[in-house]
């Protein structure tokens, strides 16, 4: 005689299915393809951090999250995440990683209106900063994304802060170029 096995093995199971979905979403930031993102990401998806990021982010579904990593990478190379905990709970999961990498390039960060609020220019440091991200599931993809990340940490391993005068200079710089390729892109 067989018997159906417990409720918490079906739920264990779809936490697990959970869990991969949202770990394969981070993990194709480093090195996924459009097609990656529309296999992960619902078409309705919204990143909460994109507000931060390029006009091009700021949209919904697979191509703005694909967006995001393109303007990650554009700033860091072999950029990956390790991920050390993962917690599902109906239809939320959360994420603890380090994200690694190095960068290779101006990383622009962007103001409410779109336009290029800062820059900081490459140094060629690598950095590892621990990082939680919360992802919501809807139709077996990721629909919501939010992150608490150590940005900090990040600038200090990257040499941001403290700033000395002549990296002030060369933000300023950066800012002006990023600013000018904006509006010749936008």
Sequence with gaps: MTTAAPATTASHSNDDDLKALCARSIHIMGDGEHRDFEAVVHPDA?????????????GT??????????????????????????????????VHATMSGQQVGTFVGYGPDGVPAQAFPAKNRTFGTTQTHWFRVADGKVIEHWA??????????????????????K??????????????TG
């Design 46 to 58: 919204r990143n909460r951090e994109a507000e931060v990021e390029p006009p091009a982010c700021r």
């Design 171 to 184: 933000m300023m710089l950066a800012l002006r170029k990023a600013r000018r390729q904006a509006t010749q």
């Design 148 to 169: 608490n990340r150590d940005d900090l940490g990040t600038a200090a391993q990257l040499g941001w802060v403290p700033p000395s005068p002549v990296y002030i200079f």
């Design 61 to 94: 579904g697979p191509a703005a999250f694909y967006a995001t990593a393109l303007w990650l990478r554009s700033a860091y190379a072999d950029l990956h995440w390790e991920i050390h905990d993962m917690v599902a709970d109906g239809d939320l999961v959360v």
